[in-house]
């Protein structure tokens, strides 16, 4: 008999701990988790141009577009402040754009990136986190995601390559993204994407 008790007693402490683990993992869910849109974003650079003060032949420049109520930063915020780690002292230039009637800050590991007015063609954006590349030259080089996924790391980062192959003088065109990840719209009459994993994508 006391071995039948053990076994009771074992089976209800099993199930016990497989209601508290599911019901942690339903809180996880509803609080940071959504599934992924069916329909990937378009990312089009069509229009978008630097402001007239930063047009033109100079540094290669990065222009961050975030949103601060966008759940989708965090994660793409350590990511960043890696890009601006490894690529500020090869001379790329870093600069943020905020979604206009928004309010919030950067984070202190990305104090260094320069506050940028709307550029032409900003407004029509479908989505963010986004970013802009132009190169040396001051042309389009790159626009779209971060990556793609659920997170957002330079494993699977599209822009690792794309500055790469710019500093090392080696052209790029790829101003249009077909992705599926973790993005918040940008525009007002945008439909809100659904997202996965929302506190940590790219």
Known sequence: MPARRKLILASLAALLAGATLLGAYHW????????????????????LQLPAGLAGPG??????????????????????????ARFAPLGVQFFAVQKPASQGRLPA???????????????ALPA??????WDRQGRLAYFGPYSEGAVCSSANSFIEPVLQALVDGRPVQATQTLAQGCYCPWRADSRAPASTLAGAGP
């Open 28 to 47: 996880f869910q509803q609080r940071y988790i959504r599934p992924f849109d069916t329909q990937p974003t378009l990312f089009s650079g069509a229009g």
């Open 128 to 133: 963010s986190p986004a970013v802009a590349i």
């Open 59 to 84: 540094a290669i420049r990065l222009v961050h577009f975030w949103d601060p109520a966008c759940p989708c930063n965090v994660g793409n915020q350590q990511h960043l402040a890696e890009l601006l």
């Open 109 to 123: 590991t990305l104090q260094a990136l320069r506050p940028l007015a709307m550029p032409p063609g900003a407004e």
